[in-house]
């Protein structure tokens, strides 16, 4: 019998084989058959997911004395571990790695709930640069895979019952009592939802101004939901927590108000016993090059927010579709947020940029699936000129090679003259950076000479004026969501200490201990690396 098994398996093999490679070679391109239906892609993880080892023998002979006293106790006294040390918000990444570690999934989840509510977004699409700092990942080459285990541990969540998620309005009894004060919002992205959500819990009355209307799928999330596409940050996990917010007790949430057009600064500020200002850096910077004015020639950010649009509503005019040839300028997440997405829509995509791979802002995994979908890079190439009659119908780049270091310490791009050539294409996307458009603001509300909020960074509030906060791009140009939320926890609570003189209680809200035991449902493990 034994015999007989192997003659078929010799038999079928090669032809299931074969069948398998004939299926592979006939397949549509992965870019070609994208159903937008379909949530989001699994990306490979540079870290290490197993949450097994990390108790494992050779991982305790590793670790740092950041993380237990002697005896092996868990020390939550010690300094901060590096991984702390390198998020711009502080998220307790060595309290949640341990706990998960140990199986207490819930338990993990409850200290980032209580540290901002976009555990599934940043799960998603931080920048992670705990991960940059992790001490694991410097002893043994293999970093935590922090950001990863965020995603797990908030999509953990969703396999509960529903009615074990997580409800503020079940822990209404637990926020502070109304102070009576009000504190306006400018912007309900990132920093402006995240400094909302630790004012209303601290008794607060916030109203947060929108500019976007709530249509086409939108109800806020300010770049989350305009810059960000739909592959790569889940809505349903987005729209959660949004609304996690906007629907807290205190939260007013005031859709297509402009600020400078339907609505004044001074007006909302008249209202309020404070302001802060988390509007993004809306703003695209030109090339400054001849062509530039032709049709065609457009904002990769201005494209992602019209498709993003469009995605959730078909009714949404979509006027800046590209064409089938896309040049892509720039190297950081928003160019391959760009050149990915003109893939998705059918047409060939060139990404240029004016140093090398080593030194793009996108991480090296976007890089790496931009490759994977068949996204054409060129390096060491910048923008001359964009040619057309009337319309674009290439561009002409010349080469650099690579000098000393400058202020980003990235070393210096060097034209070389006599090195230009003309890459056809149909139309250009830019995304070389962003600035704050503030046109609007008091002039008593001073302005750096960056044309950023000119802030006391210990406490994000105005150097010219009491009472007003800012924080996020407003204040840093162009930043990650982490930078964000990370300078709004710090604007909230100077916010609440200005309005009522005490240092903010930091509580922790046990939600599923209060709930009483639940039987926690099993996650599959296949979960964790999706």
Known sequence: MDKLSELVDAITSPILGLGLTLKSFLRTPITLQYPWEKEELPTRSRGVLGMHQFFSADGMSNRSELYFKDGGQYNKDLAKAPCIWGCPAETPAREYVTLSGEGKFLKALTLLKNHYPFSGVLGRICSAPCEGECNRGKVTGKTIAIRKLKRYLADYEYQLPKDQWWDYHKMQERF??????????????????????????????????????????????????????????????????????ANLPGVTMVYGAEVGKNIQFDEIASKHDSVFVGVGAIKPLKLNIPGEELPNVIPAEDFLEELNFWLEDKSYPFKLKPGKKVLIIGGGFTSMDASRSSRRLGADALLVYRRTQSEMLASFDEIEDGQEENVDYQFLLSPIEVKGNGKVEGMILRQNRLGDFDKSRRRKPIEIKGSDKLYECDTVMTAISREPSLGWMPKDVAITKRGTVDVDPKTMMSKSRSGIFAGGDVVLGPATVIQAIGQAKIAARNIHEYLTGEVPNEEIFDYWGAMGEKKQIVVPEIAMAS
Do not use: C
Request: hydrophobic letters at 40%; a positive charge.
């Open 176 to 245: 502070a009592k109304s102070t009576g004060k009000k504190v306006a919002i400018l912007g309900a992205g990132s920093a402006g939802l995240t400094a909302a959500w630790y004012l209303a819990m601290r008794g607060h009355q916030v109203t947060v101004y929108e500019r976007f209307p709530k249509a086409y799928g939108h109800t806020g999330g300010g770049y989350l939901f305009t810059g960000i596409p739909k592959y790569r940050l889940n809505r349903k996990i987005l729209e959660k927590e949004v609304a996690d917010v």
